[in-house]
């Protein structure tokens, strides 16, 4: 085609990897991409509708892209992902100046779909794959990192919680047949890639509807015995569906590493309740016990809400005690954000947006302080390293990550790239530790 695209990501891993498998498709077909919007004949959002935030960053570039059309009508604008899912043709009366709007499941017909638009000069709708069972982006070999490389194992969720619109954008949960996750993992360890993510809405939740008769756990071990994959991590876990065999798995399979996601959302048991989490307070706590005694040198992340309709000033002190308790590593944390279509949107949303902001502000300090204070622990001790890239304004330093995903920066005097290593840590520098290499590595 010789045209050029700007493509630009919103949002989560999984829209991560999207994007990364539409350039993959497009440079393909003879597409160049340009980081500057205004020389893009080709300008697509792959887009996110989890918080409204991401929303309003999308909706706030139709005055550019209005200017853009003006001034070059013949370039085409689109919008891809979970927004696209959500509002489908009422995008076009939004955003006049759109030439096509196409759903996550539609994703791999970006190029067909290109040249309809650009052939016949018309506006697209494509959102009608949202539940399709076939898997098409692991044909395409492109990747953006030489280190790393995510694998999306499955997509869409069954579970109802009020505040959420996935189910709404992904559809129902759909996973990919283990040999064919074998067969691609094997394939990116052979071209180099270290570092495998396992991708999913609820990776726990894989195999409940394939035939073969497997778990997210018997994955785990067919990956570490027949995938060649040098460490394998896996994102996002509900805690419902985390179990001991999971943890076990961390624990003896020597390709998995020991980092656990498991968002919890709020602190209140009443407050959980009303977000349909299918999980207590004390029901989480007890589960993540289970993982620190299982895999004692983990590390533990999760997700909060803060400003879900009704949270009181005791729910937000519960989440507090609840941080302190659990010693998260790390914590995403959000404003409330009514989602249209979900079931709370029936709910009033009455928290009040100064209370939201300062609320998690609160929460942000206390998970900056206790992210600290267990890096601060970690200081004299040796980890093993996988570097992933040298710091481009500090030559000769590089960055790499911990098995428990940590991230740390050396000075290592020579390219560490794709290296694994043993590194001291010597000092905390806000979320970042620094090392140095052992001697003789």
Request: proline share 4%; charged share 30%.
């Amino acid at each position: 085609m010789n045209k050029t695209v700007f493509l630009q990501t919103f949002g989560c891993q999984m829209n991560e990897r999207d994007s990364e498998g539409v350039k993959g498709l497009l440079l393909d077909r003879g597409y160049a991409f340009t980081p500057e919007i205004q020389d893009a004949e080709v300008i697509l959002f792959n887009t996110c509708s989890v918080r409204q935030h991401a929303e309003d960053r999308v909706f706030g570039r139709s005055g550019i892209l209005n200017k853009i059309k003006d001034r070059r009508p013949q370039t085409v604008i689109g919008v891809l992902g979970c927004m696209a899912q959500e509002h489908g043709s009422q995008f076009f009366r939004r955003m006049p100046s759109l030439d096509l709007v196409c759903g996550p499941g539609n994703i791999a017909d970006i190029p067909e779909i290109l040249d309809r638009v650009f052939k016949d000069r018309v506006k697209v709708t494509a959102t009608d794959k949202i539940n399709e069972l076939e898997y098409t982006m692991d044909q395409v070999s492109y990747r953006s990192h030489r280190v790393r490389a995510s694998v999306n194992i499955m997509s869409g969720c069954d579970h109802k919680c009020t505040y959420c619109i996935v189910p709404m954008t992904r559809g129902i949960e759909r996973s990919r047949p283990s040999d064919d996750l074998v067969r691609e993992i094997r394939s990116l360890a052979e071209r180099g890639f270290k570092d495998i993510l396992l991708l999913g809405q609820n990776v726990n939740c894989y195999g409940k509807k394939l035939e073969e008769g497997i778990d997210f756990a018997a994955l785990l071990e067919k990956l570490d015995r027949e995938s060649g994959a040098e460490r394998i991590r896996f994102t996002t876990s509900h805690p419902k569906d985390a179990n001991i065999k999971l943890f076990e798995a961390m624990r003896d399979l020597p390709s998995v590493c020991e980092h656990l996601h498991l968002p919890v959302q709020s602190g209140s048991t009443r407050m959980l309740k009303r977000m349909k989490r299918e999980h207590t307070r004390e029901w989480y706590l007890d589960r993540i016990a289970e993982y620190k005694k299982t895999v004692p040198n983990g590390s533990l992340s999760t997700d909060l809400i803060t400003g879900f309709s009704g949270e009181t000033d005791e729910d937000f002190e519960a989440t507090k005690r609840l941080l302190i308790e659990a010693e998260f590593d790390s914590a995403y944390m959000f404003k409330y954000s009514v989602r249209p279509g979900t079931p709370a949107e029936k709910l009033p949303d009455d928290v009040p947006e100064s209370v939201k902001h300062s609320r998690l502000q609160e929460l942000m300090e206390l998970q900056r302080s206790i992210s600290f204070a267990k890096n601060a622990r970690l200081i004299g001790t040796e980890a093993e390293v996988l570097f992933e890239e040298g710091k481009s304004d500090t030559p000769g330093k590089s960055v790499g990550r911990t098995r428990t995903y940590k991230r740390v920066v050396v000075h290592a005097g020579r390219d560490m790239e794709g290296r694994t290593a043993r590194v001291k840590i010597r000092q905390v520098l806000n979320e970042t530790l620094l090392g140095d290499l052992v001697e003789g590595v």
